[in-house]
């Protein structure tokens, strides 16, 4: 079966403070598909992983695949283009532009994918926050709502440009069971019916367990897979 | 491929949400261009004044007969000592009159070529004014009071009367002020003159000139030029100096060596007579601009330290952009946007602001005895002033923005996010 997504032999050094190898070895691919979770110690390179994952970060050992394309070593207007339109990111913490509106917090990442009129992408974004159960905050500006709410924004954010993979670094980390299961239906669904591949890093068991397969990690390593 | 409606919307919310630093930053280019064009157009206006004072008394080419020493000494003429190393001491001046031989047909011929406007003629001579026991030495010009008051500006600097009221009495004189204040004459009043001949003459002052120039208005006076001619007992064909002004100023000293050489005679161009001049004018634009690139350097920092301080605030909006999809070029073309719709709008506000102060300026009254035209501060309200100054907000914002920009667009987004 061929991988969405396929790491090769990753390694990362930190030189500073003093030289220190994060990441050791890291191979695996992801199915289309296909909802992974990854679980680990606070501090074993999880975060690290996601960075390099996501494209964001360049500086590391390795091959990174996406449909079988090779991603490492490509220039960053190539990168910055390709994640627009491929990979939707749930950062650990909450991230929003705090002066736009909740609906163009969302909506930005599709205007500057350019595929779809500003009313059609009005239209969807709109759609996502239904998903996620915030329409009710789409004029509100970022900075005026709460923790959970914002990071269900960031979700609708992720998926506005539809993409082949999401990654979540702890996506529900600041959601109450309720709100955290609702995501985790959502992703489920999304995978299932839309075939969308999740990456997600959680702490939490009892999501964990319900993904499709869970990625151990310990420092800088897979245990199992 | 860039999609500037989104960098824009970016742009402007980022300006919007800033709007005090934002209004800080564009009064300071308001101000920097408003001083620019205000000076610019005062100084240059000032510049004009000045020029126009000494130069309309200049015509573009003057061309008269000098006393001077032949170039060509008796000794040369003779082949046997030409070969010889000649030496001559003490050469004297030939006897030569100071009339411009064949001047009428030479006036004529000169009046065909097309790069000539007009060809004024004068009679000059020395002269004393006499009033009682004093005798102030000065100079005489006789002119044609039609082709003078259409060709030169004598009538801007005639206080009262015109030129045109020499034609209409056969003894006539325009005196300038300064000697009118020292022999204490009047319009109406009569003036005696003691001629080269040593004659006695009597003539009507029908108007009274001031150019501003200390040095013509004390000594300087108009009478017909037939009056002149008869005061040197000499026949209507004698003409001391010819007046040339050109369509294209330019030209001046092409032309001048032209005449100079053809008909020799000596030919002085504006540009020649008024060399030192011209340093003066190139002083004061230099002032004028090093004041006014000062001015703009300043609001250009003040632009460069909002912009900066902007960034690191926005670290993690540029954090965001980048991590879902943004370039960085994007980004670099936000901060840039804002940069230059800081300079445009603030370009656009100093212009109407100089606009202002240079109106304000114009009618502000300034008199002056020395400028008897002028009534107001000179102002020159030249466009290539005004597109000079917004190309220059437009430069300097560019300028203050690019490094700002550059630096957005080289933040590492993993090491913002990382930072939480
Ligand atoms: N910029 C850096 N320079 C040096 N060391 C770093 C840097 N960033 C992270 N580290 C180290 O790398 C290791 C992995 O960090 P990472 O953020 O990936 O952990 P994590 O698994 O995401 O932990 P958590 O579950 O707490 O988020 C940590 O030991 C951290 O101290
Ligand atoms: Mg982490």
Redesign the interface.
């Known amino acids: 079966m061929k991988y969405v997504l396929e790491a090769k032999n990753i390694n990362k050094y930190f030189k500073k403070p003093k030289p220190f190898q994060v990441l050791k070895d890291i191979s695996f691919g992801i199915k289309k598909g296909e909802f992974t979770s990854i679980m680990g110690k606070s501090g074993c390179g999880k975060?690290t992983l996601l960075?390099i994952l996501?494209t964001?970060?360049t500086d590391y050992k390795g091959a990174l695949y996406f449909n079988d394309t090779l991603i490492t070593g490509q220039d960053?207007?190539f990168l910055?283009?390709f994640?627009?339109?491929h990979i939707g990111?749930v950062?650990?913490?909450h991230?929003?532009?705090?002066?736009?509106s909740v609906l163009e917090n969302v909506m930005?990442?599709a205007?500057?994918?350019?595929q779809f009129s500003k009313d059609e992408i009005e239209v969807k974004a709109i759609e996502k926050l239904k998903m996620l159960g915030i329409e009710k905050l789409a004029l509100k500006k970022a900075s005026q709502i709460s923790g959970g709410e914002k990071q269900r924004v960031a979700i609708a954010?992720a998926l506005i440009?539809e993409p082949s993979i999401i990654m979540g670094d702890e996506p529900t980390g600041n959601l109450d069971s309720h709100n955290a299961l609702n995501v985790f239906d959502i992703f489920k669904k999304l995978s299932l019916k839309e075939g969308l591949s999740l990456l997600i890093v959680t702490h939490d068991h009892d999501f964990a367990k319900k993904t499709d397969r869970i990625i151990e990690m310990s420092d800088g390593c897979i245990r199992n897979s | 491929?860039i999609?500037w409606?989104?960098i824009l919307s970016?742009a402007k919310?980022?300006l919007l949400?800033r709007f005090k630093q934002t209004v800080v930053a564009a009064l300071g280019v308001t101000f920097g261009i408003g001083s620019y064009i205000t000076l610019v157009c005062f100084m240059t206006g000032l510049n004009r004044m000045l020029d126009s004072l000494i130069l309309n008394q200049t015509p573009h080419i003057h061309v008269f007969n000098e006393v001077e020493p032949s170039k060509k000494q008796p000794i040369t003429y003779d082949k046997a000592l030409v070969s010889g190393f000649n030496i001559i001491h003490s050469i004297k001046p030939k006897q030569n009159q100071l009339r411009i031989t064949n001047a009428l047909p030479l006036m004529q011929y000169l009046n065909k070529n097309p790069d000539i406007l007009s060809v004024v003629p004068q009679v000059k001579t020395q002269v004393f004014y006499k009033s009682g026991a004093t005798e102030i030495s000065g100079l005489i010009i006789g002119i044609d009071p039609l082709k003078e008051s259409r060709f030169s500006n004598l009538d801007d600097y005639i206080l009262n009367g015109s030129s045109q009221s020499l034609l209409n009495s056969s003894n006539g004189i325009l005196l300038g002020s300064g000697i009118a204040k020292k022999m204490v004459l009047q319009v109406g009043d009569r003036i005696q003159l003691i001629t080269p001949g040593n004659e006695l003459l009597s003539l009507k002052i029908v108007g009274l000139f001031q150019t501003g120039i200390a040095e013509i208005d004390d000594s300087r006076s108009y009478t017909k030029i037939s009056k002149v001619q008869q005061i040197l007992m000499q026949p209507k064909n004698y003409i001391t100096d010819l007046n040339i002004n050109l369509k294209d100023i330019q030209q001046a000293s092409r032309i001048a060596q032209e005449i100079a050489t053809q008909h020799h005679l000596n030919a002085v161009d504006i540009n020649t007579a008024n060399a030192q001049f011209e340093t003066g004018t190139t002083i004061r634009n230099l002032i004028t601009y090093a004041v006014s690139i000062t001015l703009l350097i300043v609001a250009g920092f003040g632009i460069y330290n909002i912009l900066n301080m902007l960034i690191y605030e926005k670290m993690?909006?540029i954090?965001?952009?980048?991590?879902?999809?943004?370039?960085?070029?994007?980004v670099q073309y936000i901060f840039m946007s804002q940069a230059l719709i800081i300079g445009i709008v603030g370009g656009i506000l100093g212009l109407l602001l100089g606009l202002g102060l240079t109106l304000l300026i114009d009618q502000t009254p300034f008199n002056t005895e020395a400028l008897p035209t002028i009534t107001t501060y000179p102002i020159n309200n030249n466009p290539v002033f005004y597109l000079i100054g917004i190309l220059f907000a437009l430069f300097s914002t560019f300028l203050a923005g690019l490094l700002p920009s550059i630096k957005a667009k080289n933040i590492d987004?993993?090491s913002i996010?990382?930072g939480?």
């Open positions: 975060s960075y996501s964001m970060d960053k207007k910055s283009r994640r627009n339109e990111f950062f650990q913490f991230y929003l532009l705090a002066e736009f930005l990442p205007k500057k994918l350019a954010r440009n | 491929m999609n409606s989104v970016i919310t980022h949400s993690n909006d954090a965001i952009l980048k991590a879902t999809g943004f370039s960085g070029i994007d987004p993993v996010i990382r939480q």
